[in-house]
């Protein structure tokens, strides 16, 4: 299978939505046409048969929300009138004329004043208030009539036709296959991201597939499915007992027990506390040992919530999530009575400042003038330098070709690169990236890679924070070794230690040193992440400390 990336289309063109999913179809069939039926590939057979007006009124009605249309808001200037290409639409499948709607599809479709015409069909002799809310007149419509009708029916002189768009089951899975997931959306790829943004380029082959046989596509779709039922609403036991057994890949896997832990805190909410537990019990998310223990806390079981939670440490070692196991095992074992030596808390160093604050003037540029005054250059960075200069380092192993990470050729990073097998999958690329800290090659690699790949999408860099004053400034102060140690702690868990930097780092040319700062305005506090990156700062002699900065009063 050719590693072709395919060019976006020119948005000069008034159909280039429809180049750019004709793109994603096409993909989609090239490499993923052995998981789709023979009448799923007919129907996009279909739709190339089709003259391009109609295809791209077909494409412009998947990019919008929901399945039900107005013919009269379905016209867009780069087509023609929209009833003859719905038409030839409805003669191939793809939408439905004139469907039967609920009186709630209905009220979808219609105005208020639209929907009061109705009301007044129904009833023109007692009709409801003209000044009645639209979902009371949905009620008074719902008390009088319960049966879906065609719009024809409900009202016969509305002016446009209402369209039911039969593809969107379809659609879904050409997304899904193509994404690898559901979150990105057609219309983003379509109107802006392909060939418009810039991408790294992987190697892609049969092997760089989010799923190699249909169940898993089909499995990815229930375990959707379920969630959406969930956040509807709907009794938790009929979603318990459709909930899939175990997801066939880590990753899916990995899904089925993220809804676990979601249908778990439902049952919790619900003051089902006994179905709740199980459901944490069952799943080694972590977050679902961590719901489990604090249920037991809940449920006054000291006993056991101490020795569960002594456990859990034992096999967990995310510096966030022992943090707040400890806190628990704490708790338990005062509560039962049993003596332990409670974890260490360190004294992070602490400067206590009284600045004046400008109208509109951030505690961060507060400090940042102040430093100025002796002579500190101060960087507002937070979350940013660190992270970039990891991803800069570490791009080889960020973009390696791990099967299973990436899908297409428009990823801003590996699928994988927040799960616990990033750094096992990657271990040798990781570690020739880490060696160069320890040989000096570091600096120009950094600084190569940050001319090269300037613009390049990846999750972990925000290009404008990465300008090179500062990445030089940073390479020229700060210690290779304390680069080293920033870095294996955020490989620790990259998720949460990618956030909880301070927000300033200073250079202090005249002495050759720099330092990191958070910065807390009256009232505010650290935060777990933050005191656990300043902990680890601490122990490895890395220079960092707090201001508390408190308003300077003027007169």
Known sequence: MPNVIPAGADLNDPLYYLSNARTLINWVRERHGDLLT????????????LPEQAQALLIRMVMRRGELFRSDQLQYAELSAPLPLLRLLADAGFVLLDPALTVEELASLLCKSELWQVCHRLNPDAPPSKQSRKHDLVTWITQTDHGARTLEDWLPDAGFDAVSLEVSPLMQRLQLMF???LHQDWSA???????HQLYEPVPLDSASRAFHQRSDVDLYLALHTLQQRLEQGEPLNDILTELPACGSTPWLENRRRKLMFALGQAFERAGQLSQARTLYAQNPHREARIRQLRLMERMDLPEATFEAASASLEAIQQPEARLRIHRIRVRSARKAGISIEPPRQPVISTHRLS???EANE?????????????????????NRLFTGLFALLYWPAIFAPVPGAFFHPFQAGPADLYRPEFQASRQALIDACTAQLETGGYRATILARLAQKQNIRCHLIHWPSLTEERVNACLTLVPAEHLKQVFLHMMKDLRYHRRGLPDLICFDWQARRYQLIEVKGPGDRLQDHQRLWLEC???????????????????
């Open 38 to 49: 023979q009448t799923e590939l007919y129907r996009l057979d279909c739709f190339d048969s």
């Open 179 to 181: 994404f690898g997931n």
């Open 189 to 195: 790829f379509v109107v802006t991201e392909l060939g």
């Open 355 to 357: 600045l004046p604050l």
């Open 362 to 382: 951030s505690v961060e540029q507060a400090v940042i003038a102040h430093l100025a005054t002796q002579g500190i250059q101060a960087f507002h960075v937070e």
């Open 537 to 555: 700062f601490q122990a490895q002699g890395i220079p960092a400390s707090v201001y508390q900065i408190q308003h300077e009063q003027t007169e």
